[in-house]
């Protein structure tokens, strides 16, 4: 069923806050995963990824399915290496991070520190869909 739920208005207002910038690049990054596609870093696992892309189009996003990255694990470091790939590749000045698990948030903290503050990476919690500022280095 498309459309948003209350408890994550908020959650797509910054989407689309973030989708409106004309140097924004908005990705989905989750650990989902059921086969194998190609993405600009190689073959990767894939999930229903298209489902994803549907459902957010249905909230009214532009992310489409090759926006969608399934990392094909739960180990957070799964989602820090396409983080990494993506900052490596893009070389942006802020990489906004949106997480409800706080073992990919640390994932991102140590992606942080090892960047050593280039880019700014501010990571935020999510609970009960709203976010709260988690951490900015």
């Known amino acids: 069923e498309s459309g948003s739920t209350t408890s994550h208005d908020e959650m797509v207002k910054i ?11 908005v990705i989905i990054v989750t ?3 059921t086969g194998e596609i190609d993405t600009p870093f190689g073959a990767s696992n894939a999930t229903n990824r298209q489902d994803i892309a549907d459902f957010l189009s249905g909230i009214g996003s532009r ?14 470091s799964a989602k820090a290496a ?8 893009l070389s942006p000045k802020n990489v906004y ?8 948030l640390d994932a991102i903290h140590q992606l942080c520190d090892e960047m050593r503050g280039s880019p700014n990476i501010i990571t935020y919690k999510i609970s009960d869909g709203m ?7």
Do not use: H, M, W
Not at 15 to 25: I, V
């Open 15 to 25: 989407l689309k806050q973030a989708e409106a910038g004309n140097k924004n690049r």
């Open 31 to 33: 650990a989902r995963a």
């Open 63 to 76: 992310v489409d399915s090759s926006q969608v990255f399934p990392v094909g694990s739960s180990n957070p």
């Open 82 to 89: 396409v983080v990494r790939k993506y900052i490596d590749a």
């Open 97 to 104: 991070f949106y997480d409800d698990n706080d073992l990919n």
């Open 131 to 137: 976010p709260t500022k988690d951490r900015e280095c």
